[in-house]
């Protein structure tokens, strides 16, 4: 990894040296952003665990309710020739649940490619081709809430890489800081990296600051009362690499292929739990021995996720997919047993008939044996320059285990409808 780190800095150097007797000629200043407004009906099944409870939208409106978010950006740049620019990129947010779309970042772009410092989303994300890419609508993830509602049943209900969407500061609008570099298009060919030294460097404290994500519970036995409860494990990246290649062409007769394979790895790191005062006293207390020696010494898999798809259109007609593999990441054997792997695929197909648009997808994904389905009707339309209202119809169904009792099942069938309006600038 140090060798990596020597050769990808001196990279960034030699770029930047590149560009540092250039002369700006005019400064540019582009002003973008976009703002979505949603609402959505949610229909549930009570779950056969936990009859009594089910996932709501609101407190006091169980099945219905609203979701906005908007970001503006400033892209001020400076253009030597065709081929030569620099800039930076600034971006703020206003949301009522954050939608991850504001970074920030400087950048250069030069005839050996394009670098990138700051907080942008990885090559994964900005590279890397869903199933749902050409979907009108996919929304329905944003209300059910699956693995918050039952925390020892693990879902999968969305696409997802760790390095953006999943490893982050909770409420926070930016990324971990990085930097990335793209090579040029060459023959409809471009690869990109990006490296993350520690994933908790989002700028939200001090460079010090050891900030650390929950993302898996260890279950135990209380030995006062024999019930279940949970303790949290605290993880984080370190020294995080993302990457991919993609292929597009275009064919005389109306067929556009795009092809692209990414991947993400990292290595874990674990909140010290070598002390009692780790887990917390009254925790231990009502922690077995045996319990407090398992939690303290499981070891966690290293990052390791990646996603191959494409996307095929034909005049009117388009279809993607993709699949993706997240293995054993961020699980542990001492506390998962083997039945540990993530893995999920997504079908869609569209057609656009002049300013409307209509399409169907399919996600079907598999994490720890437990498995969810859903199937998205959506359609939407250009109303004006920029405006684009839409609405989307899901149906969906789960079969999970329950991780602190794998005799009990968790199926339910439940529904999302959403209708909104998109407007970008």
């Known amino acids: 990894m140090i060798k990596f780190i020597k050769i990808f800095t001196t990279f960034c150097v030699l770029q930047c040296l590149f560009l540092s007797n250039i002369i700006a000629n005019e400064i540019k200043i582009k002003v973008g952003g976009s703002f979505n407004f949603r609402g959505a009906i949610t229909d549930p099944d009570k779950t056969k665990y936990e009859k009594d409870t089910e996932i709501i939208v609101t407190n006091h409106n169980e099945h219905f309710g ?11 740049s400076s253009e030597i020739t065709e081929e030569i620019s620099y800039g930076a990129k600034m971006s703020v947010m206003a949301t009522t649940r954050n939608n991850r779309k504001a970074p920030s970042f400087l950048y250069f772009t030069s005839q050996i490619g394009k ?35 039952k925390p020892d049943i693990k879902y999968v209900n969305s696409p997802i890489n760790f390095l953006d969407s999943q490893m982050r500061t909770k409420d ?53 009362d024999s019930s279940v409860k949970k303790v949290p494990y605290y993880l984080s990246v ?23 394979a990414v991947l993400e790895k ?38 390791m996720n990646y996603m191959v798809g494409g996307e095929v259109k034909f005049k009117d007609f388009s279809f993607a997919l993709s699949y993706t593999n997240a293995g054993d990441s961020f699980t542990s054997n001492d506390l998962d047993g083997t039945n540990n792997k993530s893995d999920w695929f997504i079908f869609g197909g569209k057609y656009n008939l002049n300013d409307l648009g209509t399409s169907i997808s399919y996600f079907t994904s598999d994490s720890k044996k437990n498995k969810f389905n859903a199937i998205t009707f959506a359609l939407d339309y ?26 009990t099942k968790d199926t339910q069938n439940g529904s999302v409808f959403i209708i909104g309006a998109k407007l970008a600038f």
């Open 66 to 76: 609203f979701l906005s978010d908007g970001n503006i950006f400033i892209d001020v």
């Open 115 to 149: 670098m990138e410092f700051g907080s942008n989303e990885t090559a994964f994300k900005t590279m890397g081709i869903s199933g749902y890419s050409n979907s009108c609508s996919a929304s329905f993830s944003e209300w059910i809430q699956l693995n918050t509602h």
């Open 172 to 224: 926070q609008t930016e990324y971990a800081r990085k930097i990335t570099f793209y090579t040029p298009e060459l023959f409809g060919l471009q690869a990109g990296i990006t490296y993350i030294p520690d994933l908790s460097n989002t700028g939200y404290g001090l460079p010090g600051d050891k900030t650390y994500y929950e993302i898996i519970h260890y279950f135990y036995k209380d030995k006062n």
């Open 238 to 260: 370190k020294d995080g690499i993302s990457g991919g290649i993609s292929y597009k062409k275009k064919f005389d007769n109306d067929i556009e292929v795009k092809l692209a």
């Open 266 to 303: 990292g290595n874990i790191k674990i909140k010290k739990r070598d002390k009692i005062n780790d887990i917390g006293k009254n925790i231990a207390n009502s922690m077995s021995d045996e319990d407090i020696k398992k939690y303290q010494g499981a070891k966690f898999t290293d990052l």
């Open 382 to 407: 250009k109303l004006s320059q920029g405006l684009t209202p839409y609405a989307e119809f899901t149906k969906y169904n789960t079969d999970g285990i329950v991780q602190t009792d794998p005799t």
